[in-house]
C-alpha cells in the first residue's frame, strides 16, 4: 500500500475543545510558558506544573475524537498510514489510528523524573506528588518541555523521507524542530496542507486546502480512496 505520513498540529485538536499550546498572547490556559513547560519550573514548583498537566488531562479525557481524526483513521483502510502529532492528546489513538508517533509525548501517561524514556500509563486524570518511578524519582507528565530534546524527532524524520504522500494539517509550521519535517519529504511527492491560515513553505508540489480540520480532512481523505 502507498505510504502516506500526517503531520497534525494544534488545530486538529482545537475542534475537539482542547485549548491551542500557545494562544495569540503567548499564553497557555492563562499561564506563561516560563512557569508550567520548561525543567526550570519543574525544579522551582513541582507541584505548580503537577496540577497544570493534571487539568490539562482531565480536559483532554473528556474531550471526544472529532470528524478530521475519524477521517485519517478511515484512511488506513488503503493506505499505510503513519501520523505525527505535535500534540499531547490521545485522540487520534481512541478515533482508531494505530499508527502514530508523538513528537512531544502523551499526556495520558507519566514519565520518570530522572529517565525520560521510563514511561507508564496513568489510570485517569490525576498524578499526584509523591508517586514515584521504580527508580524511586517524582513521576511527571509524558510531555516534552522547552529546553528538552525531542526524542522522536529523528524517528519522525526517517518516517518523512520514505513519505509517497504527505498531509499536514492544523499547524502553522512555527515549532521547531518539528516545523522542519517537511523538508525531508522527497522533493517529488505532493505534500497536501489543510489549515485556515497556509504557511508558507516553498514548494511546487504544495497542494493548499485552506480549511479547517474537520471539513479539509474528511474532503481529502475521501477524495484518496476514491482515486486509490
Known amino acids: 500500500m502507498k505510504r502516506i505520513v500526517v503531520l497534525t498540529g494544534a488545530g486538529i485538536s ?26 526550570e519550573a519543574w525544579e522551582r514548583d513541582p507541584a505548580l506544573v503537577q496540577d497544570f498537566y493534571n487539568q490539562r488531562r482531565k480536559s483532554v479525557l473528556t474531550a471526544e475524537p472529532n470528524a478530521a481524526h475519524y477521517a485519517l483513521a478511515k484512511l488506513e483502510e488503503q493506505y499505510d498510514v503513519t501520523i505525527i502529532t505535535q500534540n499531547i492528546d490521545d485522540l ?28 507508564y500509563p496513568i489510570d485517569g486524570w490525576e498524578l499526584k506528588m509523591g508517586e514515584i518511578c521504580e527508580l524511586g ?29 504527505f498531509i499536514l ?12 519535517l517537511i523538508n525531508y519529504v522527497p522533493r517529488e511527492v505532493t505534500r497536501y496542507i489543510i489549515d485556515p491560515n497556509i504557511p508558507t513553505a516553498a514548494n511546487r508540489r504544495i497542494v493548499e486546502m485552506p480549511y479547517k480540520a474537520t471539513i479539509g480532512v474528511p474532503m481529502l481523505v475521501d477524495e484518496l480512496m476514491g482515486n486509490s
Not at 475542534?15 to 499550546?21: I, M, N
Not at 509525548?105 to 524514556?117: C, E, F, L, P, V
Not at 494539517?169 to 522542519?180: C, E, M, N, Q, R
Open 14 to 39: 482545537a475542534e475537539s475543545g482542547l485549548k491551542t499550546f500557545r494562544d495569540s498572547d503567548g499564553l497557555w490556559e492563562g499561564y506563561n510558558i516560563e512557569d508550567v513547560a520548561t525543567p
Open 92 to 119: 487520534h489513538e481512541r478515533a482508531g489510528s494505530t499508527n502514530v508517533v508523538h513528537l512531544h509525548g502523551i499526556i495520558t501517561h507519566s514519565q520518570s523524573s530522572i529517565k525520560a524514556n521510563l514511561t
Open 137 to 165: 524519582s517524582q513521576l511527571r507528565a509524558h510531555v516534552v518541555w522547552f529546553g528538552e530534546a525531542v526524542p522522536m524527532i529523528e524517528t519522525a524524520a526517517r518516517l518523512c523521507s520514505k513519505a509517497e504522500l
Open 169 to 180: 494539517v492544523g499547524t502553522s509550521l512555527a515549532v521547531y524542530p518539528a516545523a522542519g
